[in-house]
């Protein structure tokens, strides 16, 4: 166990929008993140695509999915500082249920499976697993062209501060607007 770093664990489901949380999150300057930006200028870049983590580093931020943690690393990267993130499955944002849908070729119109689903990602089931600071972001916020209220929410869940908001709110609306266009909306 690593005692005295500050790291942020982001749980999430695959196509949920973790790896774009995390380049946002590196505007902060908490977290030790390289990040590309120009990639989400790049006709259609993923997110996923912008972002080369140091997994030796402190102060940084690592992605998970909670069928595919791999639990010792967790512990290994893990300390009384670390702060655990999870993205919850979308009620409302109709843009990220279909890129989960899109990205997963799955349908969560199915109650029981969504629902299944939805249980795995909630941290009063994850924080069993992996004790700490445990913190949701609405996906619906997360898919949302509403950069303050996204900002300000997280400022407030991770006691962090964007220096850059106006970097952080042009690259959120060109990932919502890439992915738009990727699903034809």
Known sequence: MISSTNNLVIV?????????LANLLSITGRYQYIVDYSRYFVGGADSKHAHYQDDSADNSIYLCHYGSADDSHIEKISGPNTQFLVIHFPINNKLAW??????????????????????MYKPQHL????????STV???????????????????????QFVDRELGSSLHLQWIKNISVCLGT
Not at 12 to 20: D, I, L, N, Q, T
């Open 127 to 134: 924080e069993k697993l992996y004790p700490g600071k445990w």
């Open 138 to 160: 609405m996906a619906d916020d997360l898919f949302s062209d509403n950069t303050d209220l996204l900002f300000d929410k997280l400022e407030n869940y991770l006691g962090i």
């Open 98 to 119: 279909r890129r989960i849908e899109i990205y997963n070729k799955i349908k969560l119109r199915n109650f029981h499976f969504r629902h299944d689903l939805e249980k």
């Open 12 to 20: 999430f489901f695959p196509g949920a929008g973790g790896h774009h």
